[in-house]
């Protein structure tokens, strides 16, 4: 017998050149109601933070913005009991990864909805319901709400630094690998495997790499490829009720280098790496995997991604420890130096 499985998915997903504009027009749409809290950055802010907030005002929203630095937890808390006080209705992350995830915390709390603005495409947590919030004794994603409504305006997604689309790229790529930990779980462990959520993930990162090249230019189309591909990584991860088509090995892998390195590097950026190292050890095309990364201007080694070298081996040594109900092709006792030296020397990750 199947145990039930709740499927909640985005109601609305807009991409497309200067959609940010008809933003009240999706409001109205969707019922969504004031008062609406804007959480961004400082520098998003200026850039389209204000003209956003301007055009709900316009439209008789009540409205109040929030600028943030960090995803840290106690960011996060503070910014609830903004919240709370304010009795918000919508929720609105406005900008990358930070003010995303936060605001998406903050809705989860409050059981109000989450509108997702990405002004770049760096990772998926643009249109999935986990949230990455720093400080909290974990250093994976945690549950927190799908976004009713993401507006990703194409325009404003390509002017964002090159490096953030090189990112968004390999955290596309990852799901190669995290498919494959996946089913490995599924017939090694008998954990749950969405046949539907694991081809949705296989897809995405196919489209990824098919258009890699586009991608590479930073155009406002390559733009569109990569945003499209990301959210329906996230909508595998609505379906699967988990982040498990998305986070594999390789991300474990940049979790553990989030620990050991003294400056880590984009997520994007270290799960692109990780996932040419899980698939070598997968036996897979890691090469394909390592060209996809240089065509769009990623990282493929140490050096390029700023990190020490026995930073990259000693990662990959403690990586299976970060989630260990989490079954991956590290296993449960992990790579020893020696493999993990070899690993990344093979891989060119490391000279
Ligand atoms: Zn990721």
């Known amino acids: 017998m199947l145990s039930e499985h709740v499927i909640n998915l985005p109601r609305k997903v ?16 969707l019922g969504l109601q004031s008062p609406v809290l804007i959480v961004t950055g400082p520098r998003i ?20 913005v929030i600028r943030i630095e960090r995803s840290h937890i106690d960011t996060a808390q503070e910014i609830l009991e903004v919240a709370q006080e304010l009795k918000a209705s919508t929720v609105v992350g406005l900008g990358g990864g930070k003010s995303i995830d936060v605001a998406k915390y ?5 059981g109000v909805k989450f509108v997702s603005v990405p002004t770049a495409a760096s990772h998926d947590g643009i249109a999935s319901p986990f949230a990455s919030i720093k400080g909290t004794g974990k250093v994976t994603s945690i549950r927190a709400v799908e976004p009713v409504l993401i507006v990703a305006d194409v325009e404003v997604i390509a002017k964002a630094p090159r ?80 982040t498990r088509p998305a986070s594999g090995s390789e991300h474990l892998f940049s979790h553990a ?20 190292m899980m698939a070598y050890l997968h036996g897979k095309n890691w090469r394909l995997i ?3 990364l240089k065509q769009v201007g990623a990282p493929t080694t140490a050096k390029e ?47």
């Open 45 to 64: 802010y200026n850039v389209v933070g204000k003209r956003f907030e301007e055009m709900l005002v316009d439209e008789g929203y009540e409205t109040s």
């Open 290 to 292: 390592r060209k996809t």
């Open 163 to 242: 490096r953030l689309l090189a990112a968004g790229t390999g955290d596309v790529i990852a799901k190669f690998t995290a498919v494959l930990d996946w089913r490995l779980a599924h017939r090694l462990r008998g954990e749950y495997y969405g046949e539907y959520a694991a081809s949705l993930a296989i897809l995405s990162a196919k489209h990824a790499m098919r258009y890699a090249d586009i991608i590479g230019r930073g155009d406002v189309e390559g733009a569109r490829i990569l945003v499209e591909a990301l959210i329906s990584s996230s909508v595998a991860m609505c379906i699967a009720g988990s």
């Open 305 to 351: 991604l700023g990190v020490g070298e026995h930073h990259i081996v000693e990662a990959l040594t403690i990586a299976h420890k970060i989630r260990p109900e989490r079954y991956t092709i590290l296993g449960d006792k992990g790579l020893s130096w020696r493999a993990a030296e070899n690993l990344a020397r093979i891989t060119g990750v490391i000279s």
């Open 257 to 276: 280098l989030d620990i050991v390195a003294e400056k880590p590097a984009l997520h994007g950026e270290q799960v692109g790496i990780g996932t040419i």
């Open 14 to 29: 807009v991409v497309g050149i200067g959609v940010i504009g008809r933003v009240p027009t999706y409001f109205r749409e």
């Open 106 to 110: 903050v809705a989860a709390k409050l």
